[in-house]
């Protein structure tokens, strides 16, 4: 008997609920409608992103015999890294390629407007620009595939995939001559170390090594992409990333729809609340000037010290 009558005390509330939402339909269903013709307006209005993406595989550097690394690690020399993800992952989110990035292809009025970089010293600008490829510029690395996406978001489609090549190729300069460079540096200190030794199975392999320093150097200058592989090249691409106009709406209508019928409940309950108080034959807003003018007095008398 008590869960009948729990169940129809639940259907009378829920009924309750109903009618108030039925009772104040029109302003749901005018704060849902405004809501959602003004976030329409908004998308259509707020300026189109495109985003521009690459993906590129890391190649493996070749590792040398177990003698010829330990030879190598006797001067100081460390055998090349099996991988080199780690170092093209912080190169694609350092500052100093971005930074080469910015000045070589002038970027910088790309960017901004005019009016913007106006009475900016050089390193204002700069630091404009790292901060605006920060928010733009994004790298991934998907460790499962083992590969490193590049992504761009920009107002014009063709810039935005014009400003990935240029990382990539920046990236691939940048390496190439460091490489080229490390490779020059170790040839020269192994040369000045021939002499220095008598011992012919180390002048062997310290020959070894200088022949795999001019390798890696001619390897780096003539090859292309040498320390990494574009698996996809970036395009413009010919739809937009943002607004996502769609998502926005349906957003919008049921924070909107969640919204009014919070404000209809709240103005029921105020409306109710009134009606109580009035129901007793005493005016709602003379009897909420009385309460203010005890509160007031009651503070007073407070501040004076008296019971």
């Known amino acids: 008997m008590e869960k009948i009558e729990d169940t129809f005390n639940d259907e009378i509330n829920l009924l309750d609920y109903v009618r108030v939402i039925l009772k104040h339909k029109r302003l749901i269903l005018w704060i849902t409608v405004i809501a959602v013709v003004l976030t329409a307006f908004i998308s259509l209005i707020v300026t189109p992103i495109y985003e521009a993406k690459a993906v590129i595989l890391p190649i493996a ?12 690690s006797q ?16 190169l694609l989110k350092s500052n100093i390629l971005r930074e080469r990035v910015l000045k070589r292809y002038n970027l910088l009025p790309v960017l901004f407007e005019e009016k913007s970089l106006k009475d900016k010293t ?10 605006y490829l920060e928010e733009a510029l994004k790298i991934n690395f998907n460790q499962k595939e083992g590969t490193v996406s590049i992504s761009m978001e920009f107002e014009d489609p063709k810039i935005a995939a014009d400003i990935v090549n ?16 490390v490779a020059e540096t170790n040839r020269r200190y192994l040369e ?22 001019i390798e890696t150097s001619a390897m780096a200058e003539a090859k292309e992409n040498f320390a ?17 106009r769609k998502l926005m709406v349906v957003v919008s209508f049921v924070v909107s729809l969640f919204f009014g019928i919070f404000l209809a409940f ?20 003379t009897m909420k000037r009385y309460l203010d003018k005890i509160n007031i007095f009651r503070r007073y008398k407070r501040v004076k010290g008296r019971p």
Do not use: C
């Open 61 to 72: 550097q070749g590792v040398g015999t177990s003698a010829t690394s330990a030879i190598a």
């Open 122 to 131: 050089e390193d204002e600008k700069i630091w404009m620009g790292l901060r």
């Open 266 to 285: 709240f103005k029921e309950y105020i409306d109710k609340h009134q009606a109580d108080i009035e129901g007793l034959g005493i005016n709602y807003n």
């Open 166 to 181: 240029y990382i990539l190729k920046e990236l691939n300069d940048y390496m190439s001559s460091e490489i080229r460079r």
């Open 192 to 213: 000045s170390q021939i002499d220095k030794t008598a011992d012919p199975f180390i002048k062997t392999n310290i020959y070894s090594l200088i022949a795999k320093q």
């Open 75 to 90: 001067f100081g020399i460390s055998a090349p890294e099996q991988s080199n993800t780690s170092e093209v992952v912080g």
């Open 228 to 244: 990494f592989k574009v698996i996809d090249p970036p395009k413009a691409p010919d739809k937009r990333s943002k607004p996502k």
